[in-house]
């Protein structure tokens, strides 16, 4: 059985159903949450302090910052709100300066900010393209860097990196969006795979496309397109669900989505030459439509 165990572990084998470790306390512990003052971000931050953690709360929106603070502070969870554009190496910094003089090390780090933009890729504005990998790729990569130290010093950590499915294929008009969330996917099993045996760990959450809050939900608003049956939706409270599951489980990945998404991008993965034909038939519609309704916007402009 200790055998088997180690294979598992060492495999990092899917199913950790196989061999499921104990589940981890999270109550007190200390987590940071990027981009918590809108959309999934609310959702991550509400899921944590049913834990009891602590809770220190990142984006640059100052006033519904604040106002998710003092949400959850009457809900008897010490939750702290510090604005800041985690994109920016010395903001990212102070960031973390600040969060450790208020609330103490960091325990669980959630890369959760994240930004999109549906265009024809060579259209596309070169400043654009660079602020989507600073914020989605960079900026978890910076952040990660700076609280691993203490992390490894404290042999306890987790770093959560909120992906997409969307890093799983190439979305058409979605260039840039889903190479970076392909990259962060990566980034979160290569440091689960280097930092194996210090009792620091990393994840990656994958969401489909989430209604109610978030990127696709402001494209849906825009232009009234929706994906097709075989992907679904999900919603935000089950990416909040996902990511406490992934700390306590100690999973390396987690794909939010209804079952037949899942099988979908399984098989495209089989089978890689057939994935950008999935990808086309099943999301083309979608990015698409709100590339031209972007376009239209900015022609107006």
């Known amino acids: ?141 910076r952040l990660s860097r700076l609280v691993l130290p203490g992390m490894l010093e404290r042999r306890r950590g987790h770093v959560v990196c909120i992906a997409s499915l969307a890093g799983k294929f190439g979305p058409a008009f979605q260039v840039a969006y889903g190479a970076s969330k392909a990259g962060l996917i990566e980034f979160a099993h290569a440091l689960r795979s280097e930092y194996l045996g210090t009792g620091v760990s990393a994840s990656a959450v994958c969401p489909g496309f989430i209604t109610e809050a978030g990127m696709y939900q402001r494209m849906l608003e825009r232009t009234g397109a929706r994906p097709s049956p075989l992907l679904g939706t999900t919603t935000p409270q089950a990416v909040a669900k996902a990511v406490v599951r992934v700390v306590k489980r100690d999973l390396a990945e987690v794909a939010v989505s209804p079952g037949p998404a899942r099988l979908t991008f399984a098989f495209a993965q089989l089978f890689p030459n057939l994935a950008v034909g999935v990808a086309r038939s099943l999301t083309n519609d979608v990015f698409r439509k709100d590339a031209e309704a972007r376009r239209h916007e900015t022609g107006r402009q």
């Open 1 to 141: 059985m200790r055998r088997l165990r180690f294979i598992c572990y060492s495999l990092d084998f899917p199913a950790r159903l196989v061999y499921p470790g104990p589940m981890r306390e999270l109550s007190g512990l200390t987590a940071l949450v990027t981009g918590a003052s809108r959309g999934v971000g609310v959702y991550i931050a509400r899921a944590l302090a049913k834990e009891k953690m602590q809770l220190a709360l990142a984006a640059r929106s100052a006033a519904e910052l604040n106002a998710l603070a003092a949400e959850l502070s009457g809900q008897g969870v010490r939750a702290r709100a510090f604005v800041a554009d985690v994109a920016a190496a010395d903001s990212a910094a102070e960031l973390l300066e600040r969060v450790g003089r208020e609330l103490g090390p960091i325990d669980v780090l959630v890369n959760n900010a994240g930004i999109e933009q549906s265009s024809v890729f060579h259209e596309t504005p070169l400043a654009d393209l660079e602020r989507m990998i600073a914020v989605n790729l960079v900026a978890p990569m």
